[in-house]
């Protein structure tokens, strides 16, 4: 099953450029006894740079007319700066969306509109906040943003599982304004539970898609089979499924173990993820307590919290 079968396909995050040999570098402002403080010296990125990518990714999104492309590109946004832990909210509201905003352009308008529409608390509401000044500069906002606001129904919650518990696939349909997307999560019970994979997908496309991987499986000896399930219990399994993923790669990344994914797998799996924590918001919460999961560990929609 394709992760994303529609939208732009991230780029990889931008990586420091080596000199070619002979390649003179010249350090304005600095002694020779005095450290350079240049990205390729530090090792930081180039703010830059990161921007420039941040918008050339959404450069479509000032004609743009479906908010769902915003989306995609917020989600994108925030699951490559996601990936520097617990420094996220000051790497989005000191760093990154003020240097979006500093471009003063209807690409830097829309980028700020697309993360304001994924992300949620500081990061949203800074966001958010970024796009009105910008607006009020005189800087048409694109046309995806008002349909942005409207609210997104879902239908179709359905969980398909074996009997053996092997493995679940959840899906629903989501839409707004006459239009219509569907998710589909993939969880490995092998693997407490997390979520191993996400689909976005056409709303029509759904039916088929999940026919091909009961087909696929059926030749494995898996049977699976399908369960309606309430829009509460839809997202109750998919915030478990997630937050466990979620604890899974934390601890792999402070152990310092290498996932055996490639880092645009990765990229895609997390926007996905941003992006499917924002369509959970918009449906009801269940009264069951989260799945219990690791040593000490509870699980939220927040995340994992030590008990």
Known sequence: MSPVSRGRKPKKKPKQ??????????IIGAGADEPCDCPECTGEPDLDAVIDQFIGVNAELPTAS????????????????????????????DGILPAIEERATPEALATLLAVGSVADGLVGTAADSAADRL??????RPPWADEALLPVGSAEHQVLADADETMS??????????????????VDEFDCGAASEIALLE???????????????????IELVAEAIAPEEFRWQVDNALSIRADHDFEDAESGEEPELE??????????????????RDLPRSDKPPRPHGDGIEFTPEGPQQM
Request: proline share 3%; net charge negative.
């Open 66 to 93: 479906d908010p769902l492309d915003g989306e995609v590109g917020g989600a994108f946004i925030l699951a490559l700066v996601g990936s520097v832990g617990p420094d996220f909210e000051y790497a989005m509201v």
């Open 135 to 140: 607006a009020a500069s005189g800087i048409p």
């Open 169 to 186: 696939v959840l899906s629903c349909t989501f839409n707004r304004a006459g239009r219509a997307h569907a998710m589909v999560v993939i």
């Open 17 to 26: 450029q080596r000199k070619s040999a002979g390649q003179e570098r010249v």
């Open 203 to 221: 709303a029509d496309e759904l039916a088929g898609v999940l026919d091909d991987f009961r087909t696929e499986m059926r030749a494995e000896d």
């Open 263 to 280: 880092e645009e797998e990765i990229t895609t799996y997390e926007s996905m993820a941003a992006l499917l924590r924002r369509r959970l």
